[in-house]
């Protein structure tokens, strides 16, 4: 089971494609931390045989340090008491770290997810600061010290946003990211923007130039950590195995927010969209809600108007939030993620028939077991 909890709503930056709307100064306070505990140590009973993540996140969730190192502590204690295995993560852009709060994590042996579009050209166009400067040489220099004086690389990921605007630059990122870290990339298309069809083709010629760059990796070095093609090959591979096709959202994640509500999906945080709630700290998750939305979310349900089309199988528009993010519908497909799709279907199967040197058991081992 993966919980998210938000810390604040308010953030350091101004980062033009954020999507969470809301900047309302809402932040977890000393005496909500019981609640958090209650109800963690109730919900977790649902999930007997499961390695419970956590992760910290906001808005920025560092401008609430103090509440995260009481709420970790005491959860902590809650999950071993209870002998559960847990997983720490902090999702963050970095700006606010200092040696003090990265020992902390450190000592508690955190997952880092840090932001870091790429080359400082691409990075500033848009993750700026509210006075409208860029935040590159902070963000660079923090994510240095962390890679640095953590050990074990693996336990860092750098997520990178893929927008309209620095689009051109998606490659060059690429291969900037991963020259100076050698850990997991994770790069997202913004669906909140707009994408003009001269957009979209340079998006589908970067993500070419990137598909080559990315086979001859998994060639050379037989490593995978990139999981924007990772997943739509693995969608690819499996072509239409139903568990593939539906959302986890409330089944197993949900996300806390500051005023106690939970949603399905943290993608959703800072929206105006009352069907993701699916409780409250207070009086616990609404399992019928849950199931509704589960039901809302099959494929069979959703998009009866993709049946014909030839890519169905392969899709991964099944995901309520993204849907949400490019038309404002839970369940509507926009024409934009539609034909983005499409490419992203097309140039995973030509990364496949290149990696299809390396034989079909490293494929199947790697993408889906």
């Not at 930056?13 to 909500?32: A, N, P, R």
């Not at 870290?181 to 994408?195: E, G, T, Y």
């Not at 001859?216 to 239409?240: M, Y």
Request: net charge positive; aromatic share 12%.
């Amino acid at each position: 089971m993966h919980y998210q909890i938000i810390t604040n709503m308010n953030c350091n930056l101004e980062c033009k494609y954020c999507f969470e709307k809301s900047k309302e100064y809402k932040k977890i306070t000393d005496g909500m931390i019981s609640d958090y505990l209650s109800f963690i140590k109730g919900d977790i009973e649902r999930h007997p045989n499961e390695i419970i993540s956590i992760n910290i996140s906001g808005g920025e969730c560092l401008l609430n340090f103090p509440i995260i190192k009481k709420l970790v502590e005491r959860i902590e204690l809650v999950l071993i008491n209870e002998k559960r295995d847990f997983i720490w993560e902090i999702s963050t852009n970095t700006v606010l770290i200092t040696k003090q709060s990265f020992e902390f994590f450190k000592r508690h042996n955190f997952d880092f997810f840090l932001s870091l579009d790429g080359i400082k050209e691409s990075h500033n166009l848009n993750r700026i600061f509210k006075n409208g400067k860029g935040s590159f040489d902070k963000v660079f220099s923090r994510i240095n010290y962390i890679y640095k004086n953590l050990s074990n690389h693996k336990k860092i990921i750098i997520n990178s946003v893929i927008t309209p605007n620095n689009v051109k630059y998606l490659s060059e990122n690429y291969l900037f990211l991963t020259k100076n870290f050698n850990v997991k990339i994770s790069m997202n298309i913004a669906f909140n923007q707009n994408w003009k069809e001269q957009e979209i083709s340079l998006l589908e010629k970067e993500l070419y130039i990137l598909g080559d760059i990315y086979s001859k990796r998994v060639i050379e070095t037989k490593e995978i950590g990139f999981d924007f093609f990772d997943k739509q090959i693995k969608l690819n591979l499996l072509n239409n195995n139903e568990e593939t096709q539906l959302c986890s959202a409330g089944k197993t994640t949900c996300t806390i927010l500051p005023d106690g509500n939970i949603l399905s999906c943290g993608d959703f945080s800072g929206l105006n969209c009352n069907d993701v709630i699916i409780g409250n700290l207070i009086e616990g998750l609404d399992l019928k809600r849950i199931e509704l939305f589960q039901k809302q979310v099959s494929t069979q349900n959703m998009f009866s108007k993709c049946s014909e089309c030839v890519f169905r199988n392969k899709c991964s528009n099944y995901c309520p939030s993204r849907n949400y993010h490019s038309c404002g519908k839970l369940f509507e497909i926009s024409t934009q993620e539609c034909i983005i799709s499409q490419k992203l279907i097309q140039i995973a199967d030509y990364i496949l028939n290149k990696i299809s040197i390396l034989g079909k058991d490293f494929i199947i081992t790697r993408y889906i077991n």
